[in-house]
């Protein structure tokens, strides 16, 4: 199984902000690792996949970089509605899919 | 666009069954491997189960394995989650989810659900 892990936990920073978001692999998962946006009691939603594409309707001030087991989540300049708990996520090996704990973006 | 809705959560002692349900409204998920993910409260997501594209393949977490079972109708509109032998720790919001492209199953999420709440207590 695939671990991932997120830091930091939380970054608290102020909009207009650049924010940046790591996720780490216990093994390579090549390019396939996908990024999520989670608002309190609403479904996640796709961001980013294969390490640096934007899903469909997704602003350009989300980018996404690396491979093998480093990645990063870049949010270039933070809007009020960019706070949110961001997730990674895993394709390359599974069953199972992994994601990793989350990073809490919260407004300083 | 596609919309998924789930139903079928509620509260069921330990040792029960529920069998939750997705429907999607806009089009089938016939060429699309789904996926049921959960949300235990304040916690993280965790991958419970998935079908193939081709609805002959399924997949578990190893948590499940035994106790779960995936499934769609016919026409490929609704997806199931049938629930046995619950626990206390199964408690959690489940989303269904779609991926994004078709007749594959690169197993990223484009389309989700809002989520039905599953509450395993005695």
């Known amino acids: 199984e695939i671990l991932l892990t997120q830091s930091p936990a939380t970054l608290s920073l102020s909009p207009g902000e650049r924010a940046t978001l790591s996720c780490r692999a216990s093994q390579t998962v090549d390019i396939y690792l996908s990024w999520y946006q989670q608002k309190p009691g609403q479904a996640p939603r796709l961001l980013i996949y294969?390490?640096?594409n934007r899903a469909t309707g997704v602003p350009a001030r989300f980018s996404g970089s690396g491979f093998g087991t480093d990645f990063t989540l870049t949010i270039s300049s933070l809007e009020p509605e960019d706070f949110a708990v961001y997730y990674c996520?895993?394709?390359?090996?599974?069953?199972?899919?992994?994601f990793g704990p989350g990073t809490k973006v919260d407004i300083k | 666009e596609v919309q998924l809705l789930e139903s079928g959560g509620g509260l069921v002692q330990p040792g029960g069954s529920l069998r939750l349900s997705c429907a999607a409204s806009g089009l089938s998920f016939s060429r699309y491997a789904m996926t049921w993910v959960r949300q235990a409260p304040g916690k993280g997501l965790e991958w419970v189960s998935s079908i193939s594209d081709s609805g002959d393949k399924t997949f578990y977490v190893e948590s499940v394995k035994g106790r779960f079972t995936i499934s769609t109708d016919s026409s490929r509109t609704t997806l199931y989650l049938q629930m046995n032998s619950l626990r206390v720790e199964d408690t959690a919001v489940y989303y269904c989810a779609r991926v994004a492209r078709a007749d594959t199953v690169d197993m990223f999420f484009d389309s989700w659900g809002q989520g039905t709440l599953v509450t395993v207590s005695s």
């Open positions: 294969d390490t640096s």
């Open positions: 996520q895993q394709r390359l090996n599974w069953p199972p899919l992994t």
